[in-house]
């Protein structure tokens, strides 16, 4: 047990002079660089989204109303997390299903058993966070109240 331990010590401590070196290296001006190459691409990527897909708007719009009545409902910072989570989750599955049909529709718009798979398994990644924010919401209601 304290084997494994000492070896984590020593794993993070490498990982933490690896990063330090890495960001001396490149120093402050690389830093910020990477930071507002980082920002532009997701604010694309979130206009690309938002712009092209009807799903992507419906869910803001969903997550905005339900915010602002988890804004008025919950009575601890817990509670609103917990809304909030269950709340963005959709959101950002949606994200990724969207770049997961872009991908497989970049590669191929013929009819492929794996490209089906693909996107099948992105629409139920977004069904399980839809019933994980109707499971979370109603228990709220059920038992905070």
């Known amino acids: 047990m ?4 000492c070896q984590a010590r020593r794993a993070a401590v490498c990982t933490l002079k690896f990063v330090m070196q890495h960001v001396s290296k490149k120093g402050h001006e690389g830093f910020v660089a990477h930071l507002k190459a980082a920002l532009a691409y997701s604010c694309a990527g979130l206009h690309a989204v938002f712009s092209g ?4 708007r419906m869910l803001v719009f969903e997550a905005m109303l339900l915010l602002a009545l988890a804004l008025w409902l919950a009575k601890t910072w817990t509670s609103f997390v917990l809304l909030l989570l269950a709340t963005v989750l959709p959101l950002l599955i949606e994200l990724l299903n969207s770049a997961i049909e872009a991908t497989c529709d970049r590669i191929s718009l013929e009819w492929h058993p794996l490209v089906k798979k693909a996107k099948d398994a992105g629409s139920a990644a ?3 966070a839809q019933l994980l924010l109707l499971i979370v919401w109603l228990s709220y209601f059920c038992f905070a109240a």
């Open 126 to 128: 977004q069904f399980t």
């Open 53 to 56: 897909e009807l799903a992507f």
């Open 2 to 5: 304290a084997d494994s331990s």
